[in-house]
């Protein structure tokens, strides 16, 4: 995982759990992220076989020769926001704060969210993923998921409000699954198993008995405990983050060529990457619409 064991990979957890993997014929280890731990490179080292990856940084690491390849998308929308003190009533509040963000974002949505909004880079600051400042200051904004920070922002009591990008036009996928060419041109039966068992997983944790999933999260994590994972699965239901609140997807996991163009044009346009760049060797539809997990 690129990120510590919480409900926003809780299906991954469930498909380990309830023995969609075994039952794929696959001997599959769950291991830990977090911000000082680089998925990508434990990846192309081989050090793992498969990691939940992010669109952008996919498609840089498609500009910079690297072979990796996005072979499902347990979101149809990626969850990231901005998370503002009330009464703010959109991200066009954002004018006059101070800003928390990850280093990483800079090469993620700054560039397109600082234009859209007429922000400075001097309201722009370092986010530790402690949200103490946050708390204390209501002129702090701060990034994050609705289905995580949120969740210590009103257990603090703190009257707030998120707004996710992706309704504001922002494109990238969610919790994406990436592998590498090797990976999955030489063993697409196993890519498109894992896939597969992978997708029940999610559809089994939003939709049906959480319990197992998070039993292994707890044992992963010891901050999650069942409040946590509770609003966290509660917020991922609300959104619809399994089908993005289409009618007719076609199956869980599933990708777009346009979508995958859209990111593309989308990191074009806020100079986030160089024109001409191969953006369709960043992803391979064919292991989601193989898996044929339908939706709930």
Not at 5 to 23: E, H, I, M, S, T
Request: net charge neutral; aromatic share 12%; glycine share 12%.
């Amino acid at each position: 995982m690129a990120w510590y064991a919480q409900a926003p990979v809780g299906g991954f957890y469930q498909a380990l759990a309830r023995g969609f993997y075994r039952d794929a014929g696959l001997d599959v280890t769950i291991s830990n992220g977090g911000p000082q731990v680089n998925a990508v490179q434990l990846l192309l080292a081989g050090q793992c076989d498969l990691i939940t990856g992010y669109d952008f940084q996919t498609l840089h690491g498609v500009a910079a020769g690297m072979p990796l390849v996005t072979v499902g998308a347990s979101f149809q929308h990626d969850l990231q926001g901005m998370i503002l003190h009330e009464p703010a009533r959109s991200l066009a509040d954002l004018k006059g704060r101070r800003i928390l963000i990850a280093s990483s974002s800079r090469q993620t949505f700054w560039p397109w969210l600082s234009r859209r909004y007429g922000l400075s880079a001097a309201q722009a600051a370092p986010y530790t993923f402690n949200l103490q400042p946050f708390l204390v200051s209501p002129d702090v904004a701060v990034q994050g998921y609705a289905s995580s920070e949120m969740f210590d922002i009103r257990q603090a009591g703190v009257a707030a409000r998120f707004f996710a990008f992706s309704d504001e036009g922002y494109p990238p996928y969610g919790t994406a699954i990436v592998t590498t060419r090797a990976l999955a041109g030489g063993d697409p039966a196993s890519v498109t198993g894992f896939v597969r068992a992978s997708m029940m997983g999610w559809r089994e944790y939003l939709h049906g008995d959480p319990a197992p999933g998070n039993a292994l999260i707890r044992q992963a994590s010891a901050r999650e405990d069942e409040a946590r994972l509770a609003y966290g699965i509660a917020t991922m239901r609300a959104a619809s983050v399994l089908t993005g609140g289409q009618g007719g997807l076609r199956a869980l996991g599933s990708m777009t060529e346009a979508r995958w163009r859209a990111t593309y044009e989308f990191m074009v346009g806020n100079g986030l990457i160089a024109p001409g760049v191969d953006w369709r060797a960043a992803f391979d539809t064919r292991f989601a619409d193989a898996a044929q997990v339908v939706p709930a």
